[in-house]
């Protein structure tokens, strides 16, 4: 296989090495896809303490993110990121596999 293409945009990186020293405990931040939402899969972003063997570890300006196998089908080529305007402060998946997408944006198809 050959080496996945996810990015971490600065702005994501540095939130993320944020959230992380808030711990207590060493941590990482897990990015995986499941099912679920009005376009049938959705995002999901957290705290973990482990990552599973077979886990592909990103490391970036600070960050440590984690993404399983079948999370990785769904989100090569993408680029994390981290938004703050008006509606709020968020993760996004800039992700290039997507083909539709809810109107709300938490949701997507492939």
Request: proline share 5%.
């Amino acid at each position: 296989m050959s080496e996945p293409s996810i990015t971490i945009s600065p702005r994501a990186a540095h939130r993320i090495a944020e959230l992380l020293k808030s711990e207590a405990a060493p941590a990482l931040f897990r990015v995986s896809v499941e099912g679920g939402g009005c376009s049938g899969f959705q995002y999901r972003f957290d705290l973990v303490k482990e990552r599973a063997p077979d886990d592909l570890v990103i490391e970036r300006y600070g960050a440590r993110v984690v993404v399983d196998p079948v999370s990785l089908g769904f989100v090569q080529g993408a680029e994390i990121d981290f938004v703050d305007d008006l509606i709020g402060a968020q993760f996004k998946i800039n992700n290039p596999n997507v083909t539709a997408a809810c109107g709300c944006g938490t949701s997507f198809s492939v």
